[in-house]
Nanobody, 122 residues
Framework: QVQLVESGGGLVQAGDSLRLSCAAT????????MGWFRQAPGKEREFVASITRGGSNTSYADSVKGRFTISRDSAKNTVYLQMNSLKPEDTAVYYC???????????????WGQGTQVTVSS
């Protein structure tokens, strides 16, 4: 069992930066690929970024490529999402997820956090 707790969301202006954190409980953090997803009101949950268990490979949605960076710190059991050059269309609830095989599909993740709100004003 893995529990995930996101933090770092907030209200920012377009062009600003935020760093989201996702702290995982348990000693099996390194066994899981980690992902970030987001869901805006009235829209489906969408993939943002993922990182493999060892951290050597990352993947990003086209909409955030070049602006967002996913990373993980196994010593702290934490995964991060650095978000730069934020746009109003980035406004959503952001969720982190853990999966034995995590890719861009939500179904490949076994555990989910409760989400953190990111609001970007124009």
């Amino acid at each position: 069992q893995v529990q995930l707790v996101e933090s770092g969301g907030g209200l920012v202006q377009a062009g600003d930066s935020l760093r989201l954190s996702c702290a995982a409980t348990g000693r099996t953090f390194s066994r899981y690929a980690m992902g970030w997803f987001r869901q805006a009101p009235g829209k489906e949950r969408e993939f943002v970024a993922s990182i493999t268990r060892g951290g050597s490979n990352t993947s990003y949605a086209d909409s955030v490529k070049g602006r967002f960076t996913i990373s993980r710190d196994s010593a702290k059991n934490t995964v991060y999402l650095q978000m730069n050059s934020l746009k109003p269309e980035d406004t959503a609830v952001y969720y982190c997820a853990a999966g034995s095989y995590g890719d861009s599909r939500p179904i490949t993740y076994d555990y989910w956090g409760q989400g953190t709100q990111v609001t970007v004003s124009s």
